[in-house]
């Protein structure tokens, strides 16, 4: 079975902080994908990857940047903490092949104070 | 450009009564599909995938989907639910690799199961 494990399952970090996601995948996988996911919006893309050092703006990058140094993690990264994003984060994976699903981590519930 | 939409935000079923959640999607491609269920404080679990072989899918947990491309539809069913599969669902389409292999995810449907 894939695994996608996010480091933390909950943080709580202040305004203006730097604050680091991790992600790390034990498949092989190619594309790794990070969204938000907030009450009445969905899910929505920040950033994904589709190989080592590659990236590419989602819907809503701004406020965030990642990291891909090696093909099995994947980073997002609060550049300056704001409150509006405090939210759920979920990391995914998948095969570049076309029709393979991503496979998600269980997410980090990030509270920004 | 590719959209999806669950046609009910809410669905409450009786315990061992069947389940049917509808999704209609609109894509430039020729589809990818899956289904994902989400309990509460989880991430996403894959239920099932449609990958145009055949029409109708079998997934996890007694789910399963059928494909119908005049009607653009994925609909959800389960022939008798369970307390455990209250949860939220969510349909999804896929984009094909050139595009970067994105989803587009429905609105999604909560499932509510009464004893």
């Known amino acids: 079975d894939v695994k996608v494990t996010q480091s933390s399952r909950y943080l709580v970090k202040r305004t203006g902080e730097k604050v680091f996601l991790e992600c790390v995948q034990d498949?092989?996988?190619?594309?790794m994908f990070w969204y938000r996911q907030d009450p009445g919006l969905g899910l929505r893309l920040i950033y994904f990857?589709?190989?080592?050092?590659?990236?590419e703006k989602g819907d809503i990058p701004e406020g965030y940047s990642v990291s891909r140094e090696k093909k099995e993690r994947f980073s997002l990264i609060l550049e300056s903490a704001s409150t509006n994003q405090t939210s759920m984060y979920l990391c995914?994976?998948?095969?570049?092949?076309?029709?393979?699903?991503?496979?998600f981590g269980d997410g980090t519930r990030l509270s920004i104070l | 450009a590719q959209s999806v939409t669950q046609l009910d935000s809410h669905v409450s079923v009786s315990e061992g009564t069947p389940v049917l959640l509808r999704c209609n999607y609109s894509?430039?491609?020729?589809?990818?599909l899956f289904w994902y269920v989400q309990h509460p404080n989880k991430g996403l679990q894959l239920l099932l995938k449609?990958?145009?072989?055949?029409?109708l899918v079998k997934g996890i947990n007694g789910f399963e989907a059928e494909f119908k491309k005049s009607e653009t539809s994925f609909h959800l069913t389960k022939p008798s639910a369970h307390m455990s599969d209250a949860a939220e669902y969510f349909c999804v389409v896929s984009d094909p690799p050139a595009a970067g292999n994105k989803l587009t995810f429905g609105g999604g449907t909560r499932v509510l199961v009464k004893p």
């Open positions: 498949m092989d996988h190619e594309n």
């Open positions: 990857s589709y190989d080592v050092k590659m990236k």
């Open positions: 449609y990958t145009s072989a055949a029409t």
């Open positions: 995914a994976s998948s095969l570049y092949r076309g029709g393979q699903p991503q496979h």
């Open positions: 894509s430039s491609y020729s589809p990818s």
